[in-house]
């Protein structure tokens, strides 16, 4: 059974840090396409970052480059997103997706349809 965990959500001040993570596991294909996404209330769904968990390449939106880093473990079963320098408008209910394929697209990775997989979410709510 596919399962895609994520935890690590919490309340924080601006400026502050979170490292969420997520867990895959019962996967019988490839998943090498991992991402993180986001959504705010009343907001579409926002790809936030992307992994190539075979040749680790990673992708970001830009609103959180130079502040957010996704990553794996060892044994490319846990997905990380390193969130720093957090503002209010990180806010948002945060979701770990998987695709079947071996590579995340550098111009798809942020349509949330070509994923097969999602985790329940994790809560990132950002206090000014």
């Known amino acids: 059974q596919v399962q895609l965990v994520e935890s690590g959500g919490d309340s924080v001040q601006a400026g502050g840090s979170l490292r969420l993570s997520c867990s895959a596991s019962?996967?019988?294909?490839?998943?090498?396409?991992m991402a993180w996404f986001r959504q705010a209330p009343g907001k579409e769904r926002e790809g936030v970052a992307a992994?190539?968990?075979?040749?680790?390449?990673?992708y970001y939106t830009d609103s959180v480059k130079g502040r957010f880093t996704i990553s794996q473990d060892d044994a490319k079963t846990v997905i990380y997103l390193d969130m720093t320098d957090l503002r209010a408008d990180d806010t948002a209910r945060y979701y770990c997706?998987?695709?079947?394929?071996?590579?995340?697209?550098?111009?798809?990775?942020?349509?949330?349809?070509?994923?097969?997989?999602w985790g329940q979410g994790t809560q990132v709510t950002v206090s000014s």
């Open positions: 992994i190539t968990t075979n040749v680790v390449g990673t």
């Open positions: 997706a998987a695709q079947l394929t071996t590579y995340c697209n550098s111009r798809y990775w942020t349509i949330g349809a070509r994923f097969n997989y």
């Open positions: 019962g996967f019988s294909y490839s998943r090498d396409c």
